[in-house]
Antibody
Framework: QVQLVESGGNLVKPGGSLRLSCAAS????????MSWIRQAPGKGLEWLSY????????DYADSVKGRFTISRDNDKNSLYLQMNSLGAEDTAVYYC?????????WGQGIPVTVSS | DIQMTQSPSALSASVGDRVTITCRAS??????LAWYQQKPGKAPKFLIY???SLESGVPSRFAGSGFGTDFTLTISSLQPDDFATYYC?????????FGGGTKVEI
């Protein structure tokens, strides 16, 4: 069955960096676009970024453009999100999801807290 | 960006009730709309795509409808497992945007 497992979340100081990973299994990872979405505490869902199956197409939300970088390693069935210049507004649960339009499978989410 | 507005933001219902949630887009999105269910502390679960197509394994009591700017999610007979927050999401254009959510509670 399809599984997506995020890791790398942590408490980080403002201005700091963090790299999230998403390990995929149960499907042919290299065939699918992948996305990152986040949810701030008590808030709704915010799409952050997607990457095409071959990495030739990438897009970001304005809120993270220039600070976050999405990447993938199809040999390792893994998706990544490098997050730099983190601020309190980036505190959220971060989800990876399969797809770039309808998101049919989601990971369990990983919390990221930005605080001094 | 396309704004997605859900109503109501919360509703109280009982098991067996028919529940309708509305989602309105700030501009036409044709049928490029998905619905998700989220329970506390859990990831969203994909329910419906292309406004009215049920994802495999989703109970038939869930139904989606609409076109253009106005959409609905209907649960024909609410079950205990359905108490959750529901989100609509447009994928007509980037950035993907979600509605603010509708919490269905007892």
């Amino acid at each position: 069955q399809v599984q997506l497992v995020e890791s790398g979340g942590n408490l980080v100081k403002p201005g700091g960096s963090l790299r999230l990973s998403c390990a995929a299994s149960g499907f042919t990872f290299s065939d699918y676009y992948m996305s990152w979405i986040r949810q701030a505490p008590g808030k709704g869902l915010e799409w952050l970024s997607y990457i095409s199956s071959t990495t030739n197409t990438i897009d970001y939300a304005d809120s993270v453009k220039g600070r976050f970088t999405i990447s993938r390693d199809n040999d390792k069935n893994s998706l990544y999100l490098q997050m730099n210049s983190l601020g309190a507004e980036d505190t959220a649960v971060y989800y990876c999801a399969r797809g770039w339009e309808q998101l049919d499978y989601w990971g369990q989410g990983i919390p990221v807290t930005v605080s001094s | 960006d396309i704004q997605m507005t859900q109503s109501p933001s919360a509703l109280s219902a009982s098991v067996g009730d028919r529940v309708t949630i509305t989602c309105r887009a700030s501009q036409s999105i044709n049928r490029w709309l998905a619905w998700y269910q989220q329970k506390p502390g859990k990831a969203p679960k994909f329910l419906i795509y292309k406004a009215s197509s049920l994802e495999s394994g989703v109970p038939s009591r869930f139904a989606g409808s609409g076109f253009g700017t106005d959409f609905t999610l209907t649960i024909s007979s609410l079950q205990p497992d359905d108490f959750a927050t529901y989100y609509c999401q447009q994928y007509n254009s980037y950035p993907l945007t979600f509605g603010g959510g509708t919490k269905v509670e007892i």
